[in-house]
């Protein structure tokens, strides 16, 4: 696909999962330059996204157009879209693929088989811990860590989003222990992930070598 597209007139690409601007210290063949003209080209993206409307009804097709810092933050915001998208109240697939004539279409009941992704989540909790036949309210993906963590009794880093949900466990484990945040650096976990990288890497030269990868 990227050999069809002339990457010198292209100013923005879109994937499965948000749009990116075609920046020049980033990629490759890179046309908007860093700074203001990235800025006005992210504002243009969602000043267009965000009036994007569905046929005969007029309504927003996108329920969220953002860009990334209004999403994430931390160390590795760059690494996100510069601007995501959400259409929960009409599921759309965005195709990517320039030799398909339509851009964006209505997902309906021939993609049954493949499945559509929403923002809301189920959160099933059980152990000798955690209460029963309790409704937990506002529960945030982000919010899973820390509780893990605190309910095998290990402090949360004070850099970690979310909150333990204390609403879920039982009265007794809410008093035996507070939670406890500490004070440490998202740069060990970067360490932590250059092993992990290193550790599967050698992995898999030991299976290529018995024969087990080609």
């Not at 993206?45 to 009804?57: E, F, I, N």
């Not at 945030?140 to 949900?165: Q, S």
């Amino acid at each position: 696909m990227c050999e069809i597209i002339d990457w010198s007139r292209t100013r923005a690409y879109a994937t499965p999962w948000g749009l990116n601007v075609n920046l020049r210290s980033r990629e490759p063949n890179g046309t908007v330059a860093p700074g203001r003209e990235y800025e006005e080209t992210v504002d243009a993206l969602v000043a267009a996204l965000q009036d994007v409307r569905v046929p005969g009804t007029g309504d927003r097709l996108f329920d969220v157009v953002a860009r990334r810092g209004e999403v994430y933050a931390g160390p590795f915001v760059d690494e996100a879209h510069d601007v995501m998208l959400a259409a929960d109240t009409h599921p759309t697939e965005v195709h990517v693929d320039p030799l398909r004539p339509a851009a964006l279409r209505a997902v309906t009941t021939d993609d049954l088989g493949n499945g559509y992704h929403r923002r809301e989540g189920m959160l099933i909790m059980r152990g000798p811990q955690v209460l029963e036949n309790e409704i937990v309210t506002g529960a945030r993906i982000e919010d899973l860590a820390p509780t893990v963590l605190h309910l095998l009794g290990l402090p949360v880093p004070e850099y970690m989003d979310g909150r333990v949900l204390t609403s879920a466990l039982r009265p007794e484990a809410r008093a035996r222990a507070a939670v406890a945040r500490v004070a440490c650096s998202p740069e060990r976990n970067v360490a932590a992930a250059d092993a992990a990288a290193a550790a599967d890497a050698l992995i898999r030269r030991q299976l290529r070598a018995l024969g087990y990868l080609g």
